[in-house]
């Protein structure tokens, strides 16, 4: 899977998938959840780099002491919205404002899908923000709901 930053803008992000072929409905499934679990995570704090306390701890775990006050006191990293998934042949898209969530969130994503992709879903590509020229995007509107066209 072929990975691709383009312009980029945290509040106002597009990710496309590109399939080698038109995505079935169990693929389409397995995507959405990868993307909808994602969002989930991000949406509750979980892509927090300010409170990575366990990975900065290295590879001795045992009895390590977890420091609540410092996880009290790092900011916030949260999510704010993501649109449903959308088709259109072989391109698959989402939008998702990441609000103040740390850029980690973006790895983690990349890492599922890079995995997804080898055991269930042929991805071929994936663009992260920017445009598709195959398929615009509408027009911003009063709500980030109404990037929905359904």
Known sequence: MQVEFREYNQFDLWIWLEFSTV???AEKQYVEEVFDSWFFLGKLGGFNAENLQVQETGLELSYMDYDEDAAESSMMALMHNM???EYEGTWGRCWIDL????????DILINALKQLSKEFVNIEKLLVGGKNEDWPIPEKRESPSDYDDN
């Open 99 to 106: 609000g103040t969530t740390d850029a980690i969130a973006l």
């Open 83 to 85: 649109a449903d998934f």
């Open 23 to 25: 995505p079935s409905p």
